[in-house]
């Protein structure tokens, strides 16, 4: 087992929690997240971390890399209904719902810190303010899942796939891994594909429309987001789902 640096600059999973709490940690709060005992997984990519049907007794957090939350037809097809970033806790559904109605998967190489649901048990026990915090990113959770709802089903490709980078790109600034509109994203073709409810013909034409618009460059898993007001403004994104920057006066 091992825990979280307390010093230097905050982990994605530290950020993470701050960014939606509605007040600020207390540094006994903030230890006592550091302190939580976190078993420490390397996956490949492409690999399954929980399966639906799972029956788990731990959760997770997203260290390093990104992980996707998905489901199939029986036919095998695909539909992936999230993207997961650094101090995410993709299944923490699963401290209350035993049995688990969905996979999660690694894109590219990733990192994860597996911590018992017992010791989650035990933190919110002892600070019960972080337990309302994980009960808000788990609404702050469904709120995406309905974002991303209205984006497949009602959106065109263009705007579809400028809201998604802009979606990531704003949940990657926020844990501090987005310098000057820049950051990663491992995902392929398909995935964006699956992710999106188009081809992967599809994707790479939308790829080029939106790079030769001057709004993104794609290159070597980098996004770069060039014109944010303007691609802001055709994807018709406003981050109010994302519950941000909404912290009580003190």
């Known amino acids: ?59 997770f957090a997203v260290l390093d890399g990104f992980v996707s939350t998905y489901k199939t037809t029986l036919s095998g097809k695909r539909q992936i209904a999230a993207f997961h970033v650094p101090g995410d806790v993709p299944d923490i559904q699963s401290l209350h719902l035993k049995l688990l ?55 065109e490709a263009y705007p579809r796939m400028a809201h998604l980078f802009c979606e990531v790109m704003t949940r990657l600034d926020v844990v501090g891994l987005a310098p000057e509109r820049t950051c990663s994203l491992p995902m392929t073709q398909h995935e964006l594909a699956d992710a999106l409810g188009i081809t992967p013909v599809h994707v790479n034409r939308t790829l080029g429309d939106l790079t030769e618009a001057g709004l993104i460059t794609l290159r070597s898993r980098r996004l770069t987001v060039h014109d944010w007001d303007r691609l802001t403004a055709i994807a018709e994104f406003d981050p109010t789902y994302l519950h941000l920057g909404c912290r009580d006066s003190e």
């Open 1 to 59: 087992m091992t825990a979280l640096p307390r010093r230097s600059a905050p982990h994605p999973f530290v950020r993470k929690v701050e960014s939606v709490a509605l007040f600020t940690l207390t540094e006994d709060e903030r230890a006592a997240l550091c302190a939580l005992p976190m078993q420490v997984a390397q996956f490949d990519a492409y690999r399954d971390i929980v399966r639906e049907g799972d029956r788990p007794a731990r959760c």
């Open 101 to 155: 109605d969905n996979s999660i998967s690694s894109i590219g190489p990733c990192r994860v810190g597996f911590v018992q649901h017992d010791a989650m048990r035990a933190l919110f026990q002892a600070h019960p303010r972080i337990g309302d915090v994980f009960w808000r990113i788990s609404l702050i959770d469904a709120a995406l899942v309905r974002q991303w709802i209205l984006n497949t089903g009602r959106r």
